[in-house]
């Protein structure tokens, strides 16, 4: 499944701007404060209205007047498009309204795009109520739809019924949406003994999850110290040890050495690089990953082959935006995997790199995406 488009309304610094030909790895760039957490948050707003409803969504942002773009009266709206291969293209559209004070959804609309018959309302709801096409034997029937609440979307209970089976996988997208923003100090610390299969969003259980990868799924944990020995200097193996006390500890063997340091030992680079590899060869990956400026705490010399395996886990299956400010990690991307987001008279906007003419001419030359950002030719989204 891969999300081809992003619309968004009124939606805090957006009055109205548009991602379009995403690809599995899209990247993000601009100076601080124009839009890039937003754009995260706009996904995981969906995110939160699926699993609770809109209205503590909305609360969880600050109510209304927050989330409303300043200054703006027309209904916050969120529009994205997706497909999963050789399938048609979907879209999902999203209005929020005001209903004396709670939001509510003032219109819900997932359409499938057909050659012969234009867009086909699978779903289509306002108010909580609407109507909904359930598949049969390959044919269609329609189904009304009246929730009890009409903050909470058409699609959160038609996602469990594989007659609905449009809905069920846009469910499956967003409930799978993950914001990565791993931290050096947290994944120093031993961890209580225990299990876990996947990565935390900051990265504190990563012995945790060293260990059950090295327990019950050895290739990939084999995977994983192969790149490790390839990408960081002197790593030739990597063990999550308990101790007496019932805790993890992750020790690091460097081959210049008889013995191996513990994590809170070794440097800032090193534990980050192996926390995103425990999280990029998940056995189970998020089909939608977003990580927030991994160049925090890394070498240099590390951003390209990090780039690299970013754009592996897409290759794999995933999708991942990545949002950041290192000329450095851009110059490992393709012209047409940045997105430049520029602010201006209070409001974002966002356009393709490869759309422009001059980017596209001096990358196909052989000048690098982080190159041509420190030449300040990303017009208003000039580096730090």
Same mark, same amino acid.
């Given at each position: ?5 992003? =619309?968004?309304? %009124? ?6 701007? !548009? ?17 890039? $957490?937003?754009?995260?948050? #706009?996904?995981?707003?969906? !995110? ?35 497909? !999963? ?9 999203? =209005? ?12 819900? &609309? ?50 469990? *019924? ?21 931290? #050096? ?19 504190? %259980? ?14 990939? *944990? ?16 990597? +063990? ?26 070794? $440097? ?7 926390? /995103? ?14 990580? +927030?400026?991994?160049?925090?705490? &890394? /070498?240099?010399?590390?951003?390209? =082959?990090? #780039?690299?395996?970013?754009?592996? /886990? ?16 851009? %110059?490992?991307? !393709? ?35 982080? #190159? ?5 030719? *990303? =017009? ?5």
């Amino acid at each position: 499944m891969l999300i081809e488009s992003i =619309e968004l309304r %009124n939606y805090r610094l957006f009055r109205h701007a !548009k991602l379009t030909a995403l690809p599995s790895m899209a990247t993000l760039v601009g100076a601080n404060g124009s839009g890039k $957490s937003t754009l995260f948050d #706009a996904l995981s707003f969906l !995110k939160d209205a699926l699993k609770g409803n809109v209205a503590e969504a909305v609360a969880r942002r600050g109510g209304l007047r927050e989330l409303v773009s300043r200054g703006q009266s027309g209904p916050l709206s969120i529009v994205v498009t997706f497909r !999963k291969s050789g399938a048609p293209l979907l879209s999902y559209v999203i =209005e929020i309204a005001d209903d004396g004070g709670r939001p509510i959804v003032g219109k819900e &609309l997932l359409g499938q795009m057909d050659i012969e018959k234009g867009l086909v309302r699978l779903v289509h709801a306002s108010r909580g109520r609407g109507s909904a096409l359930a598949m049969s034997d390959d044919e269609f029937a329609e189904r009304t739809i009246e929730l009890e609440d009409p903050s909470a979307l058409a699609i959160k209970g038609l996602g469990q *019924f594989k007659e609905f089976r449009a809905a069920s996988e846009l469910r499956e997208l967003l409930e799978s949406w993950h914001i990565s923003d791993i931290h #050096a100090h947290d994944a120093w610390s031993s961890a209580e003994a225990g299990y876990a299969e996947h990565l935390s969003a900051r990265g504190e %259980n990563v012995a945790q999850v060293a260990r059950f990868l090295h327990e019950h799924h050895p290739d990939r *944990f084999r995977r994983i110290l192969e790149v490790m020995c390839s990408r960081v200097p002197g790593v030739t193996s990597v +063990e999550a040890k308990p101790t007496l006390d019932g805790r993890l500890v992750l020790r690091f063997q460097d081959g210049n050495f008889e013995d191996p340091f513990i994590a809170r030992y070794v $440097s800032d680079g090193t534990i980050k690089m192996f926390a /995103y590899l425990v999280l990029l060869h998940d056995p189970k990956p998020h089909p939608l990953l977003a990580v +927030e400026e991994p160049e925090n705490q &890394l /070498y240099p010399a590390l951003l390209r =082959e990090l #780039a690299e395996e970013f754009r592996d /886990y897409g290759r794999r299956g995933g999708q991942v935006f990545v949002s950041t400010h290192s000329p450095e990690f851009l %110059n490992g991307v !393709k012209l047409d995997e940045v997105y430049w987001l520029v602010k201006k008279d209070g409001f974002a906007t966002v356009q393709r790199a490869s759309d422009s003419k001059l980017l596209r001419d001096l990358y196909d030359e052989g000048d690098p995406p982080g #190159a041509l950002w420190k030449q300040r030719l *990303f =017009e208003g989204a000039d580096p730090a």
